[in-house]
Each structure stands twice: as C-alpha cells, then as structure tokens.
C-alpha cells in the first residue's frame, strides 16, 4: 500500500526568535497508509490538533518535509494548498464550523459552491450524504438548532461532499456523549471500510474500544513517542 | 526650485516607493543566492514566506508605479503654469536637460513593471515557484532603474528655474514639416504610409501568430506613431496646422484625449514586448496579451484617424 501522509523531521515553532517562542511540533517522522484508520492520541496541548492542521495544509511547518498524496503540502503557495484541501481533503472539526443560520442542506452544499457545479447537483450530491448521516429530515432545520450530535454528522457530510480520499478529524467526539460518538465513529468506520483514509486527533478511549484494527501514533509534547 | 502640493505628493509616493525596494533588496538577495524549493531546512521555509511578503510589497509598489504615470504627466502640464514661457508640459520637460530622460525613463520602468506583474501573476499559478529567479533578476533591475530615476527625479525638479523663459511647443515642435527631422529620411507622409503599413503588419502578424514579427512591428510603431502622431495627427486634434505637440493633448481643451492615445499607444506596445518576454520566460501560451496589444494599437490608428475623417467631414478639405 502506498503511503498517503509522508512526514519527515517535521518542525513548527510559533513566535520564533520572541520570548513568546513555542516549539509546537518537535522532529515528527511518520507516515499514514492508504485505507488506514489511524488516531493521533495525546493529551491536550500535545501538538495533535497542530499536527493535523500542518497535515491540512492549513499551517506551514518551520522545516522538514511533508506529502500528502506525494504532493508537498507544506511548500504550497495559499492558492494551491487551498485547491488541494477541496480536491483531496474532508475536514471535521471539534466545534462543527458550521453556518448557524443555514439550513442542514446550505450547511452541506457550501463546500461545493467554489468548484461551480450545478445546483441540481449539488443538491443531489448534499441529499445522498444527509441521507448517508441519517439526517436527511432534519434538511430543512437551521444548524443552530441541531443538537451536538446531529451538528456533528453535519459536519462529516460536508466533509464528504467532495468524495475526499482522506478525512482528517480534529476530536471528533469531543462534544458529544457516549450515543453520539458512537453514531460518529459508525460513520467514519464505514466510510474507511469503503477505501477512505482517516485520521483522528482525539484523546477519547472510545475509538480504541470500538475500532479494532486501529493504528494509534502518541505525540506527547509535541513529539511522536 | 518648482514647488507644488501635487510635486511633493508625487515625491512622496515616489520616495516610498523606493524605500520599499530597498526593504525588500536584502531579502530578494537572499532568495536569489539560496533559494532552494526542494529544500525542507528552515531557511527555505523563511524565504518561503519572505517571498510572499516582498512579491506583496512590489506588486502594490509596481502597480502605483504603473497609476503614477499619466499622474506624472498631469503634474507636468500643472507645473506649466509657474514657469515663463511654458504653455503645456512641453515647456516644463525642456527646463532642463533632464526632463526628456526621465520621461524616456519612466517609460521603460513602467514597461518593465508590467512584465514583472504578469510574470509575478503566472509565477504564482505554479506550485513551486519555478519562475521566482526571473522574477528577483527582473526587481534587481527595476531596483537600479528606479533608484536612478529617484536620482534624476532630484536632478530634474532642483534644476527648475521659475524664473528663466523656457522653450515650448511653437519652438520645439511648430516647425513646417519640410524642416523636420524625421527617421530612415521620410517626409511626413512616408511616415505615415508607413504607420498605417505596420498597423496592416501588426494584424497579419497576429493573425498568423508570427509573434516576435508583432512583438519587432510594435517597437517599430510606437516610434513611428511618435511622429505621425506629434507632426501630423496632433495638428488636427488642434485644429491647427502649425500647433505640433505631443503634450498638450493631455489639456482639458483637447478633453485629455493625449491619455487615450498615449495611454492605447503605450499600452499596445507594452503588451506585446511583454507577451514576447513572458513567452520566452514561462511556457505560458501568452496570444491574450498580443490580443490585448492589438487592440489597443487599434484603438490608437483608430482615434488618430477619425480626428483627419471627422476634420474633412466638417470643413471639406485637410490641413
């Protein structure tokens, strides 16, 4: 199997050369599998959600090496690296990000708008997905009044309008209980069942307990330990 | 000296605009000597993010740059108020022997910016930045130009006496045509014969896609069209067969047609020049930029010619 994520010698210092200087991410090598499920496990302030963000080409790194599908994310001007994460990338995140005052399917649909597909196939694409999440009645509510769980499987089928070959999930069960957690988890399994790369920030037992064929990296103080 | 509140706001931005490129020269070196995309050391990354930052600086420097022109020559036609004898900005640029200079200089600079700007814009289009060397060799000369102009712009504006009559444009250009000095020996009318052939070449050219021919024909143009345009297509914008002046076409009795012809003229050949430089740079197909080159070189003959139609028309004969 090919390796989606190639990580080498990889640093990230915020506020270099300042007395605020925070060495973040410290020599990370590692490297993620096509078809893996894999979790970044570590406390919180470990530098797993830093990580996962260096990942998504949403942080530079200060040196070394990464590749995402062996393109170097971490080298791609702003325009490019934001053409990648729309073409290659689904991203859940702890606190949804959705648009409060969109419906589930505008909430859904939004990450379609700059590939300027049709309407009608956006709408079709968002519904089969809404479908897939079991929230397909819920189409028509305002995200502000969904609750934690229904937010969060929002939040996942957004992140799969775009049929991503890899899903990066920052603590994806961190506001929800034990049910919808592992409404979420069902979620994420069968997707990665169906070919999907996944990788999870999380510190919650819970993926351990439910996934058994789970690659678990521990990053404490910002290295891979 | 010449003093006014347009001239001090004029060297103020352009005095910016100079410290800007000389903040940005030590990173540019820098980038130049140790460049290395490949690279995953930290001083890649820092230069990385420097070039953003610097490209950021210079695209906005440059693009005021480009605004600052026709700024420049309304200024110059302003200034002909306070000097004797100055009636447009003929008058203001022959004060010193410095004026021509820095207007012939400012051309060149503007022309140079303008490569830099498309170059910079299909740099970016790139994952890797593959055009990033040209683009630092092309601000290292824009740097030198524009600190020689920022010299000469001292030069020329401390030189300028309030008080000694200067020459303006019934001196300079109001001569009869048979006085003239024209190029490759031409009377006016070969001059134009021949302006209205390379127009004919600029189109077949562009047609057929013979590139460098358009890119040669345009630089051969813009100087025919200096003359067709000062000797003879002026003088009936005028309405005067003995008014020759390129500049007081930019007045508000003409209704500023000068930045339209000067402006199409200079921006048609600009295009071209840097379509051929782009090309040879990049492997970006650049026929847009011929496009944009010849329509401007026709709106140019176009004007010009409509004011000598519109002037047989009203009157029945010409000039």
Redesign the interface.
Known sequence: MTNVIEI??L?LTFSPNTPQEFHALKNISLSVKEGEFCILKGVSGSGKSTLLSVMGALL??????LEVFS??V????D??ASTFRREHLGFIFQNFNLFDEFTVLENVQTALVPTNAPVAHMQTRALALLSMVNLEKKKDTTARNLSGGEKQRCAIARALINNPKLILADEPTANLDRKNSENVIEILTKLNSQGTTVLVATHDEIFEQMIPDLKVIHIKEGAIV | MIFSKSLVAFLFVEATIGLLFIFSFYFAYMILTRWN?NS???L??TL??RD?FVSLILYFALSTKVVLLPFFINLLNSLSEKLPGAMCAAGVVSANEYGQILLTLKVVIIFISGTWLILNAKD??E???PYIKPRYYLYLALFSLILLELLIEYLYFTNISTEEVVLCCSALYGMSSAGLTLPFGLDIYGVLSLFYATWVLLFLSYIKKYLLINTIANIFYLVLSFYALTYFFSTYVYELPTHKCPYCLFQKEYYYVGYLLWGSLIGGSFYSIAGFAVAKITKFKTDYLYRNSLILDTIFIAVCTLYVVAYYLKNGVFL
């Open positions: 080498e010698n640093n530079k790194p200060t040196s070394g090496k393109s170097p971490s080298k791609m001007p325009f490019h | 995309f995953p050391s930290k890649q990354y990385e993010k953003y970016k289009l994952v890797n930045l």
